[in-house]
C-alpha cells in the first residue's frame, strides 16, 4: 500500500471548548446560518430546523447537548456543518450542528491517532483523541442522530 492509501481525510470543526473529527465523506457542506424554524418542547441544544438547499433539517448545539453552553448565534463566526445521516431511517436525510470558524482538512494515518485519556461524558461523542498533536473528540454519527430522531418524535 502507498501512504496515500494508507491515509483517511477527515475534517476538523471547532466547537466552544472542543474540536470534532469527521471522515471528510460525512461532511455535506458548512454554511452560514440564515433560517431557523423553531420548534417548541424540546431540549435547549435543539435549535430547531435549518434551511438548507430547499430541504429542513434538525440543527443542534453539540456544546448544549454535552452540558456546555453553546456560541452566540450573533456572532459572525457560527456555521452550521450539514453532515450526511448514517442510518436507513428516511425521516431525515442530513442533520447539522453549530461549528465555529473554518472547517480544518487533514490527512490522517490510522496509526497516528493516539487516545487521550480523558473520557468524555457527552453523549454522542464515542472517544477524545490525539491526532497531530491535537486534541480531538470522534463523534458517534449514528448515536448524534438516533438521540435528535428520539427527540424529534
Not at 455535506?28 to 438548507?52: C, Q, S
Request: with cysteine; hydrophobic share 50%; aromatic share 6%.
Amino acid at each position: 500500500m502507498t501512504d496515500a492509501e494508507e491515509q483517511i481525510k477527515c475534517v476538523l470543526l471547532n466547537i466552544n471548548e472542543d474540536q470534532l473529527i469527521l471522515p471528510k465523506k460525512a461532511v455535506a457542506e458548512v454554511v452560514p446560518i440564515r433560517n431557523i424554524i423553531n420548534v417548541a418542547n424540546k431540549p435547549d441544544w435543539m435549535l430547531g430546523y435549518l434551511d438548507w438547499r430547499g430541504n429542513s433539517i434538525p440543527l443542534v448545539s453539540i456544546e448544549a447537548m454535552g452540558g456546555i453552553r453553546m456560541p452566540s448565534l450573533a456572532s459572525g463566526d457560527v456555521k452550521a456543518a450539514v453532515v450526511y445521516v448514517v442510518s436507513e431511517d428516511a425521516s431525515f436525510n442530513f442533520m447539522s450542528f453549530l461549528v465555529k470558524g473554518t472547517p480544518k482538512v487533514i490527512n490522517i494515518k490510522p496509526a497516528s491517532i493516539v487516545a487521550d485519556e480523558a473520557e468524555s461524558q457527552h453523549p454522542a461523542v464515542e472517544q477524545k483523541i490525539l491526532v497531530h498533536g491535537e486534541k480531538a473528540s470522534i463523534v458517534d454519527l449514528l448515536k448524534l442522530e438516533s438521540i435528535i430522531r428520539f427527540v424529534m418524535t
